[in-house]
């Protein structure tokens, strides 16, 4: 059983940067893969970003790619999404996701977080 708490969101201009973090309970954070999703008002779940057990394994949507990082440091059961070069659109709930490794498969993965909001003014 892993419990997830996301933080970091915020409200935030065109062109600048946010990092969200998300924090797990448990001892067997570092058996799962860990991953952000996020979800826009009227829009479905869209996959962000994802790290193998390790971190040294990652993907990233198109849409984001080149603008995010994610990380992950097992010592602390924490997973990051650095965030820069943020854009009207980015704007959404993000969620944290622990399970299975893979991209854009939301059903792969097991626990999931209460998200945090993240708006990006114009």
């Known amino acids: 059983q892993v419990q997830l708490v996301e933080s970091g969101g915020g409200l935030v201009q065109a062109g600048g940067s946010l990092r969200l973090s998300c924090t797990a309970s448990g001892r067997t954070f570092g058996n799962y893969a860990m991953a952000w999703f996020r979800q826009a008002p009227g829009k479905e779940r869209e996959f962000v970003s994802a790290a193998n057990w390790s971190g040294d394994s990652t993907e990233y949507a198109d849409s984001v790619k080149g603008r995010c990082t994610i990380s992950r440091d097992n010592t602390k059961n924490t997973l990051y999404l650095e965030m820069n070069s943020l854009r009207p659109e980015d704007t959404a709930v993000y969620y944290c996701?622990?399970?299975?490794?893979?991209?854009?498969?939301?059903?792969?993965?097991?626990?999931w977080g209460q998200g945090t909001q993240v708006t990006v003014s114009s």
């Open positions: 996701a622990a399970g299975t490794y893979t991209v854009g498969d939301s059903t792969r993965y097991k626990y």
